[in-house]
């Protein structure tokens, strides 16, 4: 899938280790997901990816190495939606577009090679940029869960989802 100045390509070998340099500390690890811990290593990111598929990366348009990930998990055909997951843009990114390309390469994903009309993801209540960016990408709070971040604080997280269903023309 070709987007401005970036493109979405497969996870391929060697990716992960990358990945893991975007994290920069236990709070941007935790944010990634709960269940992961700091540092953040390949090992762990290919552990998650057991449950979960279509694990891409967006590259610039000449190919460079990734510039941030993403993954898709628990598919449910009866209610055609799935999860958005481990989501991280390289600091050096972000604010270029990066990440508004990898959400519409995973929107697509999701809508033309799974036929989904809903992604969901969860937001952790400790990052109002991520809070924002997903809401100007067409997500919208729907509920939300209790969590423990690696301080030990009980912090909320929501529970976001966007329809992925194409608008008639006018």
């Given at each position: 899938?070709?987007?401005?100045?970036?493109?979405a390509?497969?996870?391929?070998?060697?990716?992960?280790?990358?990945?893991?340099?975007?994290?920069?500390?236990?709070?941007?690890?935790?944010?990634?997901?709960?269940?992961?811990?700091?540092?953040?290593?390949?090992?762990?990111?290919?552990?998650?990816?057991?449950?979960?598929?279509?694990?891409?990366?967006?590259?610039?348009?000449?190919?460079?190495?990734?510039?941030?990930?993403?993954?898709?998990?628990?598919?449910?055909?009866?209610?055609?939606?799935?999860?958005?997951?481990?989501?991280?843009v390289?600091?050096?990114?972000?604010?270029?577009?990066?990440?508004?390309?990898?959400?519409?390469?995973?929107?697509?994903?999701?809508?033309?090679?799974?036929?989904?009309?809903?992604?969901k993801?969860?937001?952790?209540?400790?990052?109002?940029?991520?809070?924002?960016?997903?809401?100007?990408?067409?997500f919208?709070?729907?509920?939300?869960?209790?969590?423990?971040?690696?301080?030990?604080?009980?912090?909320?997280?929501?529970?976001?989802?966007?329809?992925?269903?194409?608008?008639?023309?006018?």
């Open positions: 899938m070709e987007l401005t100045g970036f493109k390509r497969a996870l391929q070998p060697g990716d992960l280790e990358t990945v893991c340099t975007f994290a920069a500390d236990a709070a941007e690890v935790f944010n990634i997901s709960p269940k992961f811990h700091h540092p953040l290593t390949a090992e762990q990111m290919q552990r998650a990816l057991e449950n979960r598929f279509s694990p891409t990366v967006i590259v610039s348009e000449d190919g460079s190495g990734p510039l941030g990930y993403a993954n898709l998990y628990d598919l449910d055909e009866a209610s055609g939606s799935c999860w958005l997951g481990n989501v991280i390289s600091p050096a990114c972000r604010g270029t577009g990066a990440a508004p390309a990898l959400i519409a390469a995973m929107k697509d994903t999701a809508r033309r090679e799974y036929g989904l009309r809903t992604l993801l969860f937001y952790h209540c400790t990052n109002t940029r991520a809070l924002l960016f997903y809401c100007k990408h067409g919208q709070p729907c509920g939300y869960k209790y969590l423990i971040n690696p301080d030990g604080q009980k912090i909320v997280s929501i529970e976001m989802q966007t329809s992925l269903e194409v608008s008639p023309a006018p």
